[in-house]
């Protein structure tokens, strides 16, 4: 795959589901790729990126950011509270708020930066034990607590088990944010962006079928 195929198929999911052509962001998800990959991508004009881990994108990003404007960094990954403040200060959207110690962090950073990225609740819609995100039944109370701290809540995220159907997921998550007046959903990745689409998302996370495989 390409860029240029993936921004393709991703405006033919768009024309599908009857939602206006660009209104989906796509995030091109570029942790543990080579830098070359990486920069040709740049230079393709994609200008939203993808990281996991706070410290690896703090280590390559600042010279592209100073090489190529506009460039906004999304954090996919689960973030540690000890690293809170580096990813506030080099993030402009978090997908992995997933507990109120970490809300609290966030909250009082953004205090006094006076600014705090964009923020999305991780959901952990399979229920899985191992897996990051607020429990489906403990959503609408965290969601509550965020607000009453103050934080920017933009929308949800998840990552459905990977041996099921992302479509039931897509649609509860989807659910859960209408029910909580949230507009984003960050949902579908390199497998199921498209199903991801039909069901509401407004950001994907697209990385392999992009870049290709990780090293
Ligand atoms: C790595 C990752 C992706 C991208 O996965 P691909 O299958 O390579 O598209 C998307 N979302 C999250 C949370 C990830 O960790």
């Not at 995030?27 to 881990?53: D, H, M, T």
């Not at 990225?117 to 034990?129: D, K, S």
């Not at 809540?153 to 209408?178: Q, V």
């Amino acid at each position: 795959m390409s860029l240029h195929e993936i921004e393709a198929r991703l405006r033919a999911a768009e024309a599908r589901a009857g939602r206006a052509a660009g209104s989906v962001t796509l995030i091109a998800v570029s942790k543990l790729q080579p830098p070359a990959r990486i920069e040709a991508v740049l230079r393709q004009g994609q200008r939203v990126f993808g990281e996991n881990y706070v410290q690896e994108a703090a280590a390559k990003w600042p010279a592209w950011r100073a090489a190529f404007a506009g460039v906004k960094l999304h954090l996919i990954g689960p973030l540690q509270g000890n690293k809170a403040k580096a990813a506030v200060e080099l993030f402009d959207a978090i997908h992995s708020l997933d507990r109120p110690s970490l809300a609290e962090r966030l909250a009082r950073l953004g205090q006094a930066r006076g600014a705090c990225p964009e923020l999305f609740v991780q959901v952990n819609t399979g229920r899985e034990p191992q897996k990051a995100g607020v429990l489906p039944a403990d959503l609408d109370r965290f969601v509550a607590d965020c607000r009453g701290l103050g934080l920017p809540l933009s929308g949800l995220m998840c990552i459905p088990p990977e041996a099921e159907d992302a479509t039931p997921h897509f649609s509860a998550l989807a659910a859960m944010a209408a029910r909580n007046g949230l507009g984003g959903l960050s949902m579908g990745m390199s497998s199921d962006f498209e199903a991801a689409v039909a069901a509401g998302a407004t950001h994907v996370r697209v990385g392999s079928a992009i870049f290709g495989p990780r090293a």
